[in-house]
């Protein structure tokens, strides 16, 4: 099983990345998927997530209005679109896959999640 995230970068602030995770042997249309991130000195925090069906998601407080997540179960990807960037949200972004048993369920929980991708970097500057 491998989830392999891309789209990281530098970028300036109020600008837009666009974040993608591919799963590999594994199968994405059973798992909620969420995004995480993780700044220098700073615990692993939830970003946004969405349920297998793609009808429910979730948000961090610090990123609504200004992230989306979406899912293309055909491609088994997920994706982060992330605008208004600021450099609070200088970190490494991490995907992951979460085996749940309804459709149109989701989790914030860290621990819930049993497979990670590698993380990408993003880095805003001022």
């Known amino acids: 099983v491998q989830l392999q995230a891309s789209g990281g970068g530098l970028v300036q602030a109020g600008g837009s990345l666009r974040l993608s995770c591919t799963g590999s042997?594994?199968?994405?249309?059973?798992?909620?998927l969420g995004w995480f991130r993780q700044a220098p000195g700073k615990e692993r925090e939830f970003v946004a997530a969405?349920?297998?069906?793609?009808?429910?998601?979730g948000f961090a407080d610090s990123v609504k209005g200004r992230f989306t997540i979406s899912r293309d179960n055909a491609k088994n990807t997920v994706y982060l679109q992330m605008n208004m960037l600021n450099v609070e949200d200088t970190a490494v972004y991490y995907c992951?896959?979460?085996?749940?048993?309804?459709?149109?369920?989701?989790?914030?929980?860290?621990?819930?999640?049993?497979?990670w991708g590698q993380g990408t970097q993003v880095t805003v500057s001022s």
């Open positions: 969405i349920s297998r069906s793609g009808s429910s998601t």
């Open positions: 042997g594994i199968s994405f249309s059973r798992r909620a």
């Open positions: 992951a896959a979460d085996f749940v048993a309804y459709t149109d369920s989701y989790t914030d929980q860290t621990k819930s999640y049993d497979y």
